[in-house]
């Protein structure tokens, strides 16, 4: 299992104790303004449990995030493989949600830093994408500062996602290698 630091935070495994925190950010409305709905403390462990088996399978997934100096648990960045069907796809993406008591300290950005070099490190990947809802203007923030490119021809209708929701529009970002190299 690979774990990754920078200078305040460890991406690691998930744990048992990083349950209940992050069931507590499922149903904070905050937290979960851009998604569909919140989530069930049963949707919430099943989640863990599948970001778990997939980092144990491929060594890299939605890492659980945690404060170096406090050994806090403030949510999750990393990289995924999605399953729904879009013309963008296959691919990885990259992504995070942390709990609101983490926003506004820079750590969606550096994290995804450390989850983008593991990609085109490591991994090996050529491309790396990320979405959104239209209405998620803090994500699409950090996109841009870890170098990705809105490509406004890939913007797409979620597909797991009801047709008259206001969250079913998504922006597509994208970064390749070179890019990724070149903003280094």
Do not use: C
Not at 24 to 34: L, S
Not at 48 to 74: C, H, P, S, Y
């Amino acid at each position: 299992m690979t774990e990754l630091t920078t200078d305040r935070l460890l991406l690691r495994n998930w744990r048992d104790s990083d349950r209940e925190p992050f069931a507590a950010m499922g149903t904070d409305p905050a937290v979960m303004e851009h998604f569909p709905a919140m989530m069930t403390a049963e949707q919430s462990d099943s989640f863990v449990d599948g970001v778990r088996a997939a980092i144990d399978e491929r060594g890299w997934g939605w890492w659980a995030l945690e404060v170096r100096a406090t050994g806090e648990f403030i949510g999750f960045t990393g990289l995924n493989a999605p399953t729904f069907e879009a013309p963008f796809l296959p691919g990885v993406e990259i992504g995070w949600r942390l709990a609101k008591g983490a926003w506004g300290n820079g750590y969606a950005t550096e994290a995804a830093r450390a989850a983008l070099a593991y990609g085109f490190g490591p991994a090996g990947f050529d491309e790396i994408l990320s979405f959104t809802a239209t209405t998620n203007v803090p994500s699409q923030r950090v996109m841009q500062r870890i170098g990705m490119v809105h490509d406004e021809a890939g913007d797409f209708d979620h597909p797991r996602i009801a047709e008259d929701s206001p969250l079913r529009r998504h922006v597509l970002y994208r970064i390749d290698r070179a890019q990724w190299e070149s903003a280094r």
